[in-house]
């Protein structure tokens, strides 16, 4: 069964409800502050120093599209059957003349920390519209475009909006993308107690996201619900308690590009169709395979042979948790008390605060040194949400002293520092600030006096004293410890005293990155994942991470140079470098796919196959040659991947498009920035 605590009704509070606020009321007939909801929005200012703005929304129809490009505003409406948004349009038709979505939904999106409750969002162009209509379009070479009535047609869109928390609302359309809530590099989405329908993948997400107690409604057989999980491994969308329903044959889900689907404790329909949520082939490499898990879901008249509780190994159903949704970087349910209470002028809101539970399980697990631990009792991952028994924690407090097992592996300590300062600021509680600059403090103390960070400190065993830049573990302090300098990302509420510490170090491993990429007869090529932390020369990890030059971790790394402010020559000649081999070591016309294998334990396989519109990289190159390799459990390098053993082959990610985006999109944009000749001078 569910574990109850991710059953139980959940509270509602945005980020930084640090006391009473008064309110703005809408009201289209003339009884409060504004008319319509853009002239209340407008009338905030841009200054959101002062936490969150609520704005209430009295019952009718408003007939107008709604903007937010400013933090921390909470539309609350007072019923969402009755308090309606509404526009007709097709994106399509949007697009014809405007360069991109920012206006094609009935709520366009840029600004942070928003709140939707008990309202209505409709665009109703699929139903005002039941033919092809044929219109004038300035972006298509013939001057015309024909319009679809079940093209995309958005009732929500978001662009780079992070913490979205939704309560009680109804999304409606009649087409494709109903909501689309997008940003793969950090958004944060929260829907509870929703309505969504609508054609093709109508609920959307791209990033991280938590759909809870929600229903939706689907007239399309291609798919309900789409995910885009490709910029980083661990974003999710997770669907909890949720139900399904829709035309008959309506299928459950799709992706196109990586993505990461959790279904616990949802309902289907009987009329559903058989269909497993399913990868659209595409030119796209997935790094991560498919990523489809269930617990407990049950179809109306039986489930479908495909359907299994198949949660990861390594995640059991009592580890599940909001914050762990988000990879701990957000808890959009906190505990505290909101109490509302509206007059036809004013609302005020008191917050009762209390702690974060997340946040004080840290500072259990916290060592003396200032460092946490991925692990406990073992293997077992660090849980939290746990409430430890008297031996547990007798045997946590005694690695305490030695706190040998402290790391930055697997953002062990970064992720724990990144979510200790955000709590501090929903929370004011001492010891959470605390213990982020005594995690702060760990990670100065840690670094090499040649600028880079061991995987481990203070455990130097075996390759855990390497300069590791694998899994982006030293390019992860070093975004910290900039963050700090920057006042970014939270980390205002850091003593100031850190930043010329924190300056110095960054500079220290920018030094350590510049020592450390690789030449090839004088050449700059890339980098190693791993370097002897006296010599700086590459070494092996694990017995599949061979010394090599990395398509995957050198991403990271050029990433965070271009970050750098005022870049130095020797910054830019790395970066220029850098993306011309990414660009000579380039992989056209095959990817690397996976397949059904009846005859593997594993019962998949992964292959190299042709596909001329393929372009991809792999994780290993032989440091002389540029040549790929790639290595199974006896170390030894071989130059097919079918060589590899099955267990090796499919779980490992051996290929993949990392360098994509940042050779075709951020590069150019930085180079223009800097006024940087792209031409390599090394």
């Known amino acids: 069964m569910m574990k109850k605590n991710i059953l139980i009704p959940l509270l509602f509070l945005l980020p930084n409800f640090l006391f009473a606020q008064p309110g703005i009321v809408v009201d289209a007939n003339g009884n409060g502050n504004f008319k319509t909801i853009q002239e209340a929005i407008n009338s905030l200012p841009n200054d959101d120093s002062k936490g969150q703005r609520i704005i209430l929304i009295k019952k009718g129809t408003y007939k107008e599209k709604i903007f937010i490009d400013k933090n921390f505003i909470t539309l609350r409406g007072e019923d969402p059957k009755n308090t309606c948004i509404t526009i007709s349009l097709a994106r399509e038709e949007w697009r014809c003349n405007n360069k991109d979505d920012y206006g094609t939904a009935a709520i366009n999106l840029k600004g942070s920390d928003i709140g939707l409750e008990n309202l209505s969002f409709i665009n109703s162009y699929g139903k005002d519209n039941t033919a092809d209509k044929e219109i004038k379009c300035a972006a298509d070479s013939t001057g015309k475009k024909i319009i679809k009535p079940n093209g995309h047609q958005m009732a929500l869109r978001s662009f780079n909006t992070t913490r979205l928390i939704v309560k009680n609302c109804i999304f409606r359309a009649y087409g494709g993308d109903t909501v689309s809530p997008w940003n793969t590099e950090d958004g944060m989405f929260y829907f509870k107690d929703c309505e969504m329908e609508g054609g093709v993948d109508f609920y959307c997400p791209r990033g991280w996201a938590l759909a809870e107690n929600c229903t939706f409604i689907c007239h399309n057989n291609n798919a309900a619900i789409w995910h885009d999980g490709s910029k ?51 030119a796209n490499t997935l790094q991560w395979a498919k990523r489809v898990y269930y617990y407990n879901c049950k179809r109306e008249g039986g489930d479908y042979t495909w359907y299994k509780n198949n949660l990861p190994a390594d995640f059991g159903i009592n580890e599940f948790n909001i914050p762990w949704v988000y990879d701990y970087k957000w808890n959009p349910v906190k505990g505290e008390e909101i109490n509302a209470a509206a007059s036809s002028t004013a609302a005020e809101i008191t917050i009762k605060d209390t702690t974060d539970p997340i946040a004080d399980n840290m500072l259990l697990y916290q060592r003396k040194n200032g460092g946490w631990p991925k692990h406990f009792q073992g293997d077992r991952k660090v849980d939290y949400t746990k409430t430890l028994t008297a031996a547990e924690l ?41 213990a982020a600059e005594k995690g702060i403090d760990y990670l100065l103390k840690a ?27 030293m390019i992860n302090v070093l975004n910290v410890l900039q963050d700090i300098t920057e006042g970014k990302n939270d980390f205002d509420v850091i003593d100031k005293t850190y930043i010329p510490q924190c300056k110095a170090a960054v500079q220290k491993g920018i030094d350590c990155i510049l020592k450390t990429q690789l030449k090839q007869k004088g050449k700059l090529t890339a980098w190693c994942a791993q370097y002897n932390a006296k010599t700086l020369q590459p070494e092996m990890a694990r017995k599949f991470e061979l010394a090599s030059l990395s398509g995957s971790e050198s991403v990271g790394i050029v990433k965070f140079l271009m970050q750098q402010p005022n870049p130095s020559k020797e910054i830019i000649a790395s970066v220029n470098a850098a993306v011309e081999w990414f660009k000579k070591v380039k992989i056209t016309g095959y990817n690397f796919v996976e397949i059904k294998a009846p005859n593997e334990t594993s019962g998949r396989d992964k292959v190299l196959v042709k596909d001329e519109h393929s372009e991809i990289w792999a994780r290993f190159y032989d ?54 000749n792209t031409a390599t001078n090394n």
């Open 447 to 473: 670094q090499y006096s040649n600028g880079g960070w061991p995987q481990f400190y203070p455990d130097f065993s075996s390759y855990r004293s390497q300069i590791t830049y694998n899994d982006n573990a």
């Open 394 to 434: 007798k045997e946590l407090k005694d690695g305490f002293d030695a706190g040998i097992d402290a790391t930055i592996d697997n953002e062990a300590t970064i992720k724990e520092i990144k979510y200790l300062v955000r709590s501090y600021k929903a929370h004011p509680n001492a010891a959470y600030l605390k």
């Open 623 to 676: 440091l002389e040659t540029n040549e790929p390799f790639f290595t199974g459990r006896d170390s030894k390098p071989k130059k097919n991947i079918a060589e590899v053993e099955n267990e090796r082959r499919v779980g490992y990610a051996w290929y993949g498009i990392w360098p994509a985006k940042l050779i075709n999109e951020e590069y150019p944009k930085w180079a223009a920035k800097w006024k940087v």
């Open 232 to 282: 980083y491994e661990k974003s999710k969308t997770v669907l909890l308690n949720c139900k399904f329903t829709g035309d008959d044959g309506f299928k459950l889900g799709r992706y196109h590009r990586d993505a990461q689907f959790y279904l616990l404790n949802c309902s289907f329909a009987k009329n559903m169709a058989d269909a497993d949520i399913y990868l659209v082939p595409t």
